[in-house]
C-alpha cells in the first residue's frame, strides 16, 4: 500500500478540516480536529465508541455544523445547513442502518431521490427499465447477488449494503464516507466491499472508512486516524504502525501518535 | 486485493420466489380479493336478487359513495400518516358547493347579476352561460378542501405535530364549521344549474352510475401516479422510512402536505358527489365516514404502519364493506348487525395478513 500513499501525498487535498469542535450543550464532542483527505486516499477512522466519529462523520456530512473550525472541500469553504448540501458538492454517506425503504425494491432505493424519468409530453414517467439495468450494473460492479426488482426487507446484510453502495455510485461523489461497512455481513462479501473502496480509490474518489474492524482498516487504507474523548490522537500512514499501536491508542494505553 | 470483477454474475444461492408468494398474490388486497370473490359466490345462492342488474347499479352506485375518498386516504396511510377530518371534509364541501350555488342562482344574491338574468315572465332565472354556476361552485367547494388539507399538511409537515391529533381537531373545526356557516340547518343544491348538477353527481351513464366511472378514472390515475411517478415513490418511501427519505434528499415536508392536500380533495369531491345523491347537504352529512374510510382502506391492504397500499386494496375494501351491508339487507339480518360484523372484518383482515406473513 505504500506506493499508493506516495502517489496521493503531494494532490492538494479534497477535504480540510481545521479546528474542527462541537458542543452539545456542555458536552464536548469534538475538540480542535485537524484533518486532511487528498484524492484517492483511503483512510481509516477509528475509536472507541463515543470518541467522536459520529460527530465527526456528520459533520462532514451536513447532519451537524460544528461550533467551532472550518470545513473546506476542494479548496472552498463549505458550510453545510443540511445533508444535501453536502452531497451537492460530492460528499456521499453510506449510513450504518443503511437509509433504506425496506417496502421499494433495490434500483428503486438506489435511486431514491434521483429517479430516472422518460417525458411524456407534460407528463414525467419513471424509467423503471432504465433504472433497473443501471442498477443491475452497479451490483455487478460489486459482485452482489442482488437483483434489482428485488424487496430490499427480503434482503441480507450484504445485499442491503450493496444497494446502500450502489447508491454512492450513482453520483460522481469525490470522498465517500462509510460507517461500519462490514459490521455486519458475510467474509465473502467484506472481500466485495473492500473490493468497492479499491475501485473507488483507483477512480480517485477518496474513501472514509470507519471501522472496528483492524483487518479491514489494515487491508485497505492509505492511512489510519485514530480518534479519543472527542480529540485526535493519531494520524499515520499505515505500514508506520501496527494493529497493536493503534488498539493502544483507541483504548487510552498510549495517549498519542 | 484485486478482485475478478469481470466474470458475469451469478445467482447461484438465491433462488427467485414463486409467483404466488411475489407481488399482488402475496400481498393483503390478493387474500381480500379472493374473500370477496367467495362471499359474491355465496351471495348468488343466498340471494337470487342479488345478481341482479338493479341491485348491482345500486352496490356499484353506493361504493363508490366512499371510494373515492377511500382513495384520498390511502395515499395519507401510505406516507404512515392518517387524516381523520375527511368526513367532516366531505361535509364542508358539498355545504359550501351548494350554498354558492344557491347564492349565484338567486338575483339580487352576492355575485349573481353575473351569472343569471330573469326570463321575460319574471319568475324563471335563466343562467348566462349554463353549467358556469355548477363549475364555479363545484371549485368553491374544492377550494375550502384544499385549504383545510393545506393547514393539515402545514401543521403536520412543518409544525411536526402527530396526524392523529391535528386531524382530529380538524374533524371537530371543520364539522363546526358546517354548523356555523349554514345555522345548523341543511343547504340545497339550486338554480337553474341544479339540474346538470344532479345529473353529474348520480345521473347514469350507459348503465353505469356516474360516481362509478369518477371512482375508475381517480383510481386507474391514482395507479400510474403511486407506480410510475417519482411523486409516487417518494410517498412509497416516506411510509418505509421516513428518515431514509430525508436522507436521500427527498422533500419531505413537500410531500406530506401533498399527500394531505390530495386526501382533502378526494373527500370534497366526494361529498359534492354525494350531496348530489342525498339532494341536499344537511350539517351532519357523513358524520363519521371517516370511519368507514379508514376501515375500507385498511381491509383492502393499507398499512396504518406506513409503506403498504394502493387503489385496487382501496376500491376492494369499499366493495366488500357494500357487499356485506347489502347482503345482510337482502338476507333480511337486521341492519344493526352491520356494524358489529365490519368490525370483524377489520380485525380478520388484518390477522389473516398477520399469519400469512409468520408462515412464510
Known amino acids: 500500500m505504500a506506493n499508493a500513499e506516495t502517489a496521493s501525498a503531494d494532490a492538494t487535498p479534497i477535504l480540510e478540516l481545521q479546528g474542527i469542535g462541537k458542543e452539545f450543550g456542555a458536552i464536548r464532542a469534538l475538540h480542535d480536529v485537524d484533518l486532511q483527505v487528498r484524492p484517492g486516499e483511503v483512510i481509516g477512522l477509528m475509536g472507541d465508541n463515543g470518541a467522536g466519529k459520529s460527530t465527526l462523520v456528520k459533520i462532514i456530512a451536513g447532519n451537524f455544523r460544528p461550533t467551532h473550525g472550518e470545513i473546506r472541500f476542494g479548496g472552498n469553504a463549505v458550510h453545510f445547513n443540511r ?175 | 486485493m484485486a478482485m475478478p470483477l469481470e466474470s458475469p454474475i451469478t445467482f447461484s444461492n438465491v433462488g427467485k420466489s414463486k409467483w404466488w408468494q411475489r407481488g399482488i398474490f402475496a400481498s393483503q388486497t390478493g387474500y381480500v380479493l379472493l374473500a370477496l370473490a367467495v362471499l359474491l359466490v355465496i351471495m348468488h345462492f343466498a340471494s337470487p336478487y342479488f345478481f341482479t342488474e338493479g341491485n348491482m347499479q345500486n352496490v356499484a352506485k353506493n361504493f363508490s359513495f366512499v371510494a373515492i375518498a377511500t382513495l384520498g386516504v390511502t395515499f395519507v396511510i401510505i406516507t404512515g400518516g392518517i387524516d381523520l377530518s375527511v368526513g367532516s371534509m366531505m361535509c364542508f364541501s358539498a355545504i359550501i358547493t351548494s350554498m354558492v350555488m344557491t347564492e349565484l342562482s338567486t338575483p339580487g344574491g352576492f355575485g349573481a347579476s353575473l351569472f343569471v338574468h330573469m326570463a321575460a315572465d319574471g319568475k324563471t332565472v335563466v343562467a348566462n352561460i349554463p353549467g358556469l354556476i355548477l363549475l364555479v361552485s363545484v371549485l368553491a367547494g374544492l377550494l375550502v378542501a384544499l385549504l383545510v388539507g393545506l393547514v393539515n399538511g ?57 360516481p362509478f366511472i369518477y371512482l375508475v378514472i381517480l383510481a386507474l390515475t391514482m395507479a400510474v401516479v403511486l407506480h410510475h411517478t417519482s411523486f409516487g415513490r417518494h410517498v412509497f418511501a416516506l411510509g418505509g422510512n421516513e428518515k431514509a427519505a430525508e436522507l436521500t434528499g427527498i422533500p419531505v415536508v413537500r410531500v406530506k402536505i401533498e399527500v394531505y392536500v390530495i386526501c382533502a380533495l378526494a373527500a370534497g369531491l366526494q361529498g359534492i358527489i354525494i350531496s348530489g345523491w342525498l339532494g341536499s347537504a344537511p350539517a351532519n352529512m357523513a358524520t363519521s365516514y371517516e370511519l368507514n374510510v379508514i376501515a375500507a382502506a385498511v381491509i383492502g391492504g393499507a398499512n396504518l404502519a406506513g409503506g403498504i397500499g394502493g387503489p385496487l386494496g382501496a376500491i376492494v375494501g369499499c366493495v366488500l364493506l357494500e357487499v356485506i351491508r347489502n347482503g345482510l339487507v337482502l338476507a333480511q339480518v337486521s341492519s344493526y348487525w352491520q356494524q358489529a360484523l365490519v368490525g370483524v372484518i377489520i380485525i380478520l383482515a388484518v390477522l389473516v395478513d398477520r399469519i400469512r406473513s409468520r408462515m412464510i
Open chain 1, 83 to 257: 445533508p444535501i448540501d453536502a452531497r451537492a458538492v460530492g460528499i456521499e454517506v453510506v449510513y450504518q442502518d443503511l437509509a433504506l425503504a425496506d417496502n421499494l425494491t433495490a434500483a428503486a432505493n438506489v435511486f431514491l431521490g434521483r429517479e430516472l424519468k422518460r417525458k411524456f409530453g407534460p407528463i414525467a414517467l419513471l424509467d423503471h427499465k432504465a433504472m433497473a439495468s443501471r442498477a443491475l450494473e452497479l451490483f455487478g460492479e460489486l459482485r452482489s447477488e442482488t437483483r434489482p426488482d428485488d424487496l430490499v426487507k427480503q434482503m441480507s446484510g450484504g445485499q442491503r449494503q450493496a444497494v446502500a453502495i450502489a447508491r454512492t455510485r450513482l453520483s460522481n461523489a469525490r470522498l465517500v464516507m462509510m460507517d461500519e461497512p462490514t459490521a455486519a455481513i458475510s467474509v465473502r462479501q467484506v472481500e466485495q466491499v473492500l473490493g468497492l473502496i479499491h475501485r473507488l480509490k483507483e477512480q480517485g474518489v477518496a474513501v472514509m472508512l470507519i471501522s472496528h474492524r483492524m483487518p479491514d482498516v489494515f487491508a485497505v487504507c492509505d492511512r489510519v486516524v485514530v480518534m479519543r474523548r472527542g480529540e485526535k490522537r493519531a494520524d499515520k500512514p499505515i505500514h508506520q504502525t501496527s494493529p497493536e499501536e493503534v488498539t493502544a491508542l483507541i483504548t487510552g494505553a498510549k495517549e498519542a501518535a
Open chain 2, 154 to 210: 402545514f401543521c403536520i409537515a412543518m409544525l411536526g405535530l402527530s396526524p392523529f391529533v391535528t386531524t382530529l381537531g380538524m374533524l371537530s373545526i371543520v364539522r363546526g364549521l358546517c354548523y356555523v356557516v349554514t345555522n345548523g340547518r341543511g343547504s340545497f343544491p339550486g338554480g337553474p344549474d341544479a339540474d346538470y348538477f344532479y345529473a353529474l353527481t348520480s345521473g347514469d351513464v350507459f348503465g353505469l352510475p356516474v
